[in-house]
C-alpha cells in the first residue's frame, strides 16, 4: 500500500505544480517546462524510493515489459496515478475558481493547430524518448541513481519546451487525464491521442532499453 501511495501523492504533485504554472502562475513556456520538471525531480527524490518514482502509466507499462515491476504492483501503480493526477488536478479547479478564473481552463493538453495523426507522431517520439532516458538512467548497467531524479527532471522539461506549442507536451496518459476530466471539452475529447500514444512510445522505449543493456 506504501508503494501506490507513493505513486498518488508523486503523480499529485506533478499534475499540480505543473499545471497551476500554467493557469495560476501564467507562466512562459521555460516556467511550465521546469515547473513540471522540478515536480518530478521532487517526486522522484521524495518517494523514487518506495516505489521506484514512475508517476506516469507509460513509465509502469515500460518497467512492466522489462520486467522490473509485476503485473499486480503495476496495475495498482496505474490506477494510483490516474487518482492522483485527478487529486491534483481537482485542487487546481477549487483554486482557480476561488480566485474567479474561468474553470475550463485547467492547464489540459490539446491540440489545434495539427492533425491528431501528427499530434500521435509528436506524443509518441517525446514520450519514446522520455522513457528510453528514464530506463537508462536507472539501470542496474548503467544508471545514475544518484542523479537519476535530475536527469529525469531536466529532460521532462526540455521535452515539453519541444512538444508544448504542438500537442501541450503530455508524455503521461494520468497528466493529460485529470485536466480534461473537469475541462471536458476539445482536451476529453481529444484524451484518446493522449492515452494511446505515450503507451506506443513506452513500449517502443522499453525493447531499446533492452537493447542497449543486453
Not at 502509466?57 to 493526477?85: C, E, H, S, W
Not at 499530434?119 to 522520455?130: G, S
Amino acid at each position: 500500500m506504501k508503494k501506490y501511495l507513493a505513486e498518488f501523492f508523486g503523480t499529485l504533485i506533478l499534475i499540480m505544480l505543473g499545471t497551476a504554472s500554467v493557469v495560476i502562475a501564467k507562466g512562459n513556456v521555460l516556467t511550465i517546462a521546469f515547473a513540471f520538471g522540478l515536480a518530478v525531480t521532487i517526486s522522484a527524490y521524495s518517494f523514487g524510493a518506495i516505489s521506484g518514482g514512475h508517476f506516469n502509466p507509460a513509465v509502469t507499462t515500460a518497467m512492466l515489459i522489462n520486467r522490473k515491476i509485476d503485473a499486480k504492483d503495476a496495475l495498482g501503480y496505474i490506477i494510483a496515478q490516474f487518482l492522483g493526477a485527478t487529486a491534483g488536478s481537482a485542487f487546481v479547479l477549487y483554486f482557480v475558481k476561488s480566485m474567479g478564473l474561468a474553470s475550463n481552463a485547467l492547464g489540459q493538453t490539446d491540440f489545434t493547430k495539427i492533425s491528431p495523426f501528427t499530434a500521435l507522431i509528436v506524443e509518441i517520439l517525446a514520450t519514446f524518448l522520455f522513457v528510453t532516458i528514464i530506463l537508462l538512467v536507472t539501470s542496474d548497467r548503467f544508471g545514475n541513481p544518484d542523479l537519476a531524479g535530475l536527469v529525469i527532471g531536466l529532460a521532462l522539461a526540455m521535452l515539453i519546451v519541444f512538444a508544448i506549442n504542438l500537442t501541450g507536451a503530455s508524455l503521461n496518459p494520468a497528466r493529460s487525464f485529470g485536466p480534461a476530466i473537469f475541462a471536458g471539452g476539445s482536451a476529453l475529447k481529444h484524451f484518446w491521442v493522449y492515452l494511446i500514444a505515450p503507451e506506443i512510445g513506452a513500449v517502443l522505449a522499453a525493447f531499446c532499453a533492452r537493447f542497449f543493456e543486453e
